[in-house]
């Protein structure tokens, strides 16, 4: 289970893994909320790393929704895709272009914990308010450490974003000449809507907590 936040950072090696663990840790931590688009089981803020991160993840090709993993798989990606329309946000707000930003600050500070991005906007509609508000990009052991920081998300499709999200880590590594170390993942308010909870019972069913 991962623990909450403020507990031991909990290491998985694959995307799939976290991904179980995460439904795990709502469904048995989670308690009854309300989200804008309705009903949800809520669970406490988790903080956690992956290793390595695939579409062909064999848990996410068993587990996951194949045909939106095949659609993302397969679709040529420009720069300014990412999961939720969010790649204009990083590369282009208010004319800066944010991973270039914070790879120029690595490359003259490697020490700096300061290569934070923002993907909120302040004076955004409440409504528009991204569910991933931050990325953090850090040099640790010669390798591009990220964090990406969601103020809430939907943990049934999480998998969906994290991939993408991995892309990010890489483009930024690349440009630093640098491989990319584990991504790090906080979410606030982790969650499963009540319309997926027998979607979320089957998996969990089928994937038993090891001993």
Known sequence: MIPAAGNDLQHWETCGDAWIALLRHVWSA??????????????????????????????LSRYGDRNRLARWASAPRGRDDLAGGLGARLRDLHGVDQLHWAADLLRARPWTTSAWVSLNDPGDPADTVPCLVALAFRLRAYRLVMTAMFRSQNVHRAYLSYIPLREVQLEVADELGLPAGPMRVFVDVPHVAVRDADSVASILAAQPEAA
């Open 30 to 59: 989670g308690e009854a909320g309300m989200e804008d688009l309705g009903p949800i089981i809520e669970g406490p803020p988790v903080l956690f790393e992956i290793a390595s991160l695939s579409w062909q993840d064999p848990v």
